[in-house]
């Protein structure tokens, strides 16, 4: 299993970083644990955000989405702080810094421009989300953990409520979540949370 890239590129990484130094077919990692865990909704971002993005180039190939396995982040925890800008009331998934709380996701394999795609869905140019390199533990069966680093994406501070207050998603927003964790088989603990949930009115 080859990691995303080598240094420069992770040595000093910043927040919504260029990714002019990767190459094309460079295999980049991201770790998803929202909705985008949905593997219907991952290929329909992948399909709108090709015509979206490169309209005018219909020639532009963007590889699917390759699972690669449950993978654990270490120092978060999951939350559902960022404003929804469509429906007010509403929120959706971020996860931030906590002491001794883990984060249960999936790691995709992804190239340049399916990342720019994601950028596209996730706001990072308007400030909604940033996309930041972290380290997970990939789990591979009947092996121990692999450490790899991976891109995520986490609710700007300007686009989230308050620190200490609780956001609620949509049932339909948690429901995509929650497919997505159970055919990837994530844990009980894991869908016990999703599952239990408060949900936005309708």
């Given at each position: 299993?080859?990691?995303?890239?080598?240094?420069?590129?992770?040595?000093?990484?910043?927040?919504?970083?260029?990714?002019?130094?990767?190459?094309?077919?460079?295999?980049?990692?991201?770790?998803?644990?929202?909705?985008?865990?949905?593997?219907?909704?991952?290929?329909?971002?992948?399909?709108?955000?090709?015509?979206?993005?490169?309209?005018?180039?219909?020639?532009?190939e963007?590889?699917?989405?390759?699972?690669?396995?449950?993978?654990?982040?270490?120092?978060?925890?999951?939350?559902f702080?960022?404003?929804?800008?469509?429906?007010?009331?509403?929120?959706?998934?971020?996860?931030?810094?906590k002491?001794?709380?883990?984060?249960?996701?999936?790691?995709?394999?992804?190239?340049?421009?399916?990342?720019?795609?994601?950028?596209?869905?996730?706001?990072?140019?308007?400030?909604?989300?940033?996309?930041?390199?972290?380290?997970?533990?990939?789990?591979?069966?009947?092996?121990?953990?692999?450490?790899?680093?991976?891109?995520?994406?986490?609710?700007?501070?300007?686009?989230?409520?308050?620190?200490?207050e609780?956001?609620?998603?949509?049932?339909?927003?948690?429901?995509?979540?929650?497919?997505?964790?159970?055919?990837?088989?994530?844990?009980?603990?894991?869908?016990?949370?999703?599952?239990?949930?408060?949900?936005?009115?309708?």
């Amino acid at each position: 299993m080859t990691p995303m890239n080598t240094p420069p590129y992770f040595v000093d990484y910043r927040s919504n970083q260029s990714l002019d130094g990767i190459g094309d077919d460079e295999i980049i990692y991201y770790f998803a644990y929202g909705s985008n865990l949905d593997k219907e909704q991952i290929e329909h971002r992948r399909l709108i955000g090709s015509r979206t993005l490169w309209q005018n180039d219909p020639a532009v190939e963007v590889k699917k989405a390759v699972p690669m396995g449950i993978a654990i982040l270490e120092g978060y925890a999951l939350n559902f702080n960022k404003l929804n800008s469509i429906k007010y009331g509403s929120h959706f998934a971020s996860i931030a810094p906590k002491t001794n709380a883990t984060v249960e996701g999936v790691i995709y394999q992804l190239d340049k421009k399916f990342i720019q795609i994601l950028d596209y869905f996730e706001g990072v140019s308007s400030n909604q989300y940033t996309r930041e390199l972290v380290t997970v533990a990939l789990k591979i069966q009947g092996k121990a953990d692999e450490l790899v680093p991976a891109l995520v994406y986490i609710a700007h501070t300007n686009a989230s409520i308050k620190t200490g207050e609780q956001g609620t998603p949509t049932k339909t927003y948690l429901d995509t979540i929650l497919r997505g964790a159970i055919n990837f088989g994530l844990s009980q603990e894991t869908i016990a949370k999703l599952e239990t949930w408060p949900t936005a009115k309708q």
